[in-house]
T-cell receptor
Framework: AQTVTQSQPEMSVQEAETVTLSCTYD???????LFWYKQPPSRQMILVIR??????QNATENRFSVNFQKAAKSFSLKISDSQLGDTAMYFC??????????????FGKGTHLIIQP | DTAVSQTPKYLVTQMGNDKSIKCEQNLGHDTMYWYKQDSKKFLKIMFSYNNKELIINETVPNRFSPKSPDKAHLNLHINSLELGDSAVYFC???????????FGNGTRLTVT
């Protein structure tokens, strides 16, 4: 079974700063996907970024980028130039490639990120 | 157009009642899921359906029964509701493992 660990229950930074959220995972699979989802107070689950394990290049989406270290089983999220609207719960998640997605996502416990004005 | 829609958004009911949550997706995805988010915000998969067939059923009480009339719909029926069932329930869909999960906006269930 896969496990996902987010060791930072809560983080707080000033607006415009850069912040990094940590995530580690454990799996015996070689092919898989990793995701970061954002859940603002509206409780909507919003996909932030996705990484395929077979790709060495780190994924980026505008101000969001990841540092994917496959050997270390680490998948951190960096948010640059943080904005007030980034305040949310952030969940790291894992999906196996095999099984056609039937196992769905395994989530970490989340990091509550607060952006201070 | 809402991609994954679930109703109702809020559901308040008494212990012992039976209730249903509906979910529909218009993305043409083959796989649909139900997740439960507890009071500590932890998300855990309950069920997974692929083309109307149950694929995964985590350790969920049999008071919870998913029903998939077609691959665009996955409803959740809950019998004999208990206080511990209070949570936010999310429906989601994906096109196998090649696409990320798309989530509905959640249903907050409160059992009194």
């Amino acid at each position: 079974a896969q496990t996902v660990t987010q060791s930072q229950p809560e983080m707080s930074v000033q607006e415009a700063e850069t912040v990094t959220l940590s995530c580690t995972y454990d799996t015996s699979e070689n092919n898989y996907y990793l995701f970061w989802y954002k859940q603002p107070p509206s409780r909507q689950m919003i996909l932030v970024i996705r990484q395929e394990a077979y790709k060495q290049q780190n994924a980026t989406e505008n101000r969001f980028s990841v540092n994917f270290q496959k050997a270390a089983k680490s998948f951190s999220l960096k948010i640059s130039d943080s904005q007030l609207g980034d305040t949310a719960m952030y969940f790291c998640a894992f999906m196996m490639y095999s099984g056609g997605g039937a196992d769905g996502l395994t989530f970490g416990k989340g990091t509550h990120l607060i952006i201070q004005p | 157009d809402t991609a994954v829609s679930q109703t109702p958004k809020y559901l308040v009911t008494q212990m012992g009642n039976d209730k249903s949550i509906k979910c529909e997706q218009n993305l043409g995805h083959d796989t649909m899921y139900w997740y439960k988010q507890d009071s500590k915000k932890f998300l855990k998969i309950m069920f997974s359906y692929n083309n109307k067939e149950l694929i995964i059923n985590e350790t969920v009480p049999n008071r919870f029964s998913p029903k998939s009339p077609d691959k665009a719909h996955l409803n959740l029926h809950i019998n004999s509701l208990e206080l511990g069932d209070s949570a936010v329930y999310f429906c989601a869909s994906s096109q196998g493992s090649i696409s990320p999960l798309h989530f509905g906006n959640g249903t907050r269930l409160t059992v009194t």
